[in-house]
């Protein structure tokens, strides 16, 4: 297994590094995890890494709070890095009545080869090829708010979350700054951090925001989410359906913990209590909906609570500090955390 990490170090030298994972999925005497770990190679990195992709077996795109995008190459002869394409001012905002600028973090980035798309700070959306030196299409004046995550819904259409809680459809087909479709949670805008769409059925969307709530989301129809499920204690940093395994979806918190969330339906019977540590709490699932057709039902989609079962596990042994991010593939799973600890399980199921 080899995972793609941003790191900062003490002395603020930032790198992108690629590491090999060894057999992961015991505990240590200390209740950490037990494995062999190699770093293979790591680059320089200008600005804080804010956030990573794989973009295919030999390529990684890095989001910087420079407002750069970059897209290094992993040569496996001689393991290195190096860098294969870079968009300097992917992000950036213009001061009033002048061409000047500053640069504006880009905050969030998405792949689907050949295609990249970017979201960041200065509410822009730039979609590029991998093969292309300026982007392909530039929303100027997408956001008035920070975008914090993109992710596509399908191909050509993506999905965007931002800073006063709303989750903006976009189809690139379409000419112009407007999206396609707008929705938001009731209440206080509360920032949504991270958005990821549900693999199989595409319009069911998942995100997470700055209040820790776990929203699910039906794109087909209203402008609210379906569910709204009591999660983390802070922000939530990363949400993550399985790739394979759908039923089952990952969080992580500044609040320092990791959760796998399992709503298969056809599991047995579960009880709706969070196990943690000995100690056991009631989890909280509403929603503002009154019914979806049973034909069309989604586990995560069920809007009465009396029938769906959530189980919850943590993944982490103790809490830390800030859990960061997260991927998931297969039966592993690897975070990063502002303790400089990477953290790695192979038996996400039992």
């Known amino acids: 297994m080899v995972c793609c990490l941003g790191l900062a170090s003490s002395n603020q030298e930032n790198c992108v590094s690629l590491w090999s994972i060894g057999e992961f999925g015991n505990l240590d005497s200390d209740g950490g995890f037990e494995g062999d770990h190699q770093l293979l190679c790591d680059i320089r990195h200008h600005g804080d890494v804010m956030d990573l992709q794989f973009f295919d077996q030999e390529r990684i795109v890095a989001a910087s709070s420079t407002g750069c995008v970059t897209v290094f190459l992993h040569h496996p002869n001689n393991q290195t890095l ?16 002048s061409p000047s600028y500053s640069s504006a973090p880009c905050t969030g980035i998405v792949c689907d080869n050949p295609e990249i798309v970017t979201v960041g700070e200065d509410g822009r959306i730039n979609l590029f090829r991998v093969d292309h030196k300026e982007a392909v299409r530039t929303i100027d004046n997408a956001d008035s708010s920070t975008l914090h995550a993109v992710t596509f819904l399908r191909t050509p259409e993506i999905v965007t979350v931002n800073s006063i809680g709303q989750l903006k459809i976009w189809d690139f087909r379409q000419q ?10 009731t209440g206080d805008r509360v920032p949504l951090h991270c958005v990821d769409r549900h693999p199989d059925q595409q319009h069911v969307v998942a995100t997470g925001g700055q209040d820790g709530m776990l929203s699910i989301w039906d794109v087909r129809q209203g402008t609210m989410p379906v569910s709204l499920l009591k999660a983390h204690e802070a922000e939530m940093w990363e949400v993550h359906f399985h790739p394979s395994n759908p039923d ?50 989604s586990s995560w989609l069920s809007t009465d609570p009396a ?11 103790s809490r830390t500090l800030s ?28």
């Open 176 to 185: 112009g700054s407007e999206p396609c479709q707008i929705l938001s949670l």
């Open 248 to 297: 089952h979806l990952f969080t992580c918190s500044e609040d320092g913990s990791l959760w796998h969330w399992d709503a298969s339906t056809n599991a047995p019977e579960k009880s709706s209590l969070f196990h943690q540590g000995g100690r056991s709490t009631f989890l909280s699932h509403s929603s503002n909906q009154a019914s979806v057709h049973l034909s069309l039902v």
């Open 323 to 350: 859990v960061n991010s997260l991927d998931v593939l297969g039966p592993c799973l690897v975070c990063g955390t502002d303790a400089e600890s990477i953290y790695v399980t192979r038996q996400l199921f039992s």
């Open 307 to 317: 029938k769906d079962r959530i189980e919850i596990t943590s993944l982490l042994p």
């Open 82 to 97: 190096s860098v294969s394409q870079q968009w300097p001012t992917a992000h950036y905002h213009t001061g009033p009545g």
